[in-house]
Nanobody
Framework: QVQLVESGGDLVQPGGSLRLSCAAS????????MGWHRQGPGNQREMVAA???????MYEDSVKGRFTISRDNAKNTLFLQMNSLKPEDTAVYYC??????????WGQGTQVTVSY
């Protein structure tokens, strides 16, 4: 079993920055693909950023150039640096871990609100 715990969500003004963290624990063996997803009010959950097994990264078009995904393998922690935040970035952000077998695990989510 894998446990994922997100933190770092907050209320921030447009143009501000936040750094989300996702601490992974449990049966973490070998490489795993990880990513961040978000679900805004009335919207479906969407992928924001991901790190694949080969280390390559990918971003949803609307966050390219503003968000940066990274991981600290020694600490089993995933990060999402979010800059130049916009009101449309408001959502619950979820951390996701995918085993090579394809099994997915999700965190409980952390709220990001971008507003004056």
């Amino acid at each position: 079993q894998v446990q994922l715990v997100e933190s770092g969500g907050d209320l921030v003004q447009p143009g501000g920055s936040l750094r989300l963290s996702c601490a992974a624990s449990g049966s973490i063996v070998g490489g795993n693909a990880m990513g961040w997803h978000r679900q805004g009010p009335g919207n479906q959950r969407e992928m924001v950023a991901a790190i694949n097994l080969d280390g390559s990264v990918m971003y949803e078009d609307s966050v390219k150039g503003r968000f940066t995904i990274s991981r600290d393998n020694a600490k089993n922690t995933l990060f999402l640096q979010m800059n130049s935040l916009k009101p449309e970035d408001t959502a619950v952000y979820y951390c996701r871990l995918t085993r090579p077998s394809g099994v997915r695990y999700w965190g409980q989510g952390t709220q990001v609100t971008v507003s004056y």
